[in-house]
């Protein structure tokens, strides 16, 4: 057993503290992505996203697979 490990798995808890609102703006997604690209698994960092985020000011996070890959 070593799912301790496991990416891709949906926080659930997290997501319900923290509702996308229905008219977010850019900063208010790319602040939403950033945080649940650090505490949820469940959605991957697409080029939009990723883009969307770099145009706000923020570091993309990285993923613990793609940085060991990138070594
Ligand atoms: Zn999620």
Redesign the pocket.
């Known amino acids: 057993m070593k799912e301790a490990a496991t990416m891709g798995k949906?926080?659930s808890e997290?997501?319900r503290e923290h509702r996308m609102p229905a008219n977010a703006t850019r900063a208010q997604r790319a602040a939403w992505h950033y945080e649940?690209a650090q505490?949820?698994?469940?959605?991957v960092l697409t080029p939009s996203i990723t883009s969307l985020l770099v145009s706000e000011g923020y570091e993309i996070p990285r993923r613990t697979s793609e940085a060991a890959a990138s070594d």
């Open positions: 949906i926080n997290w997501h649940h505490h949820c698994g469940c959605r």
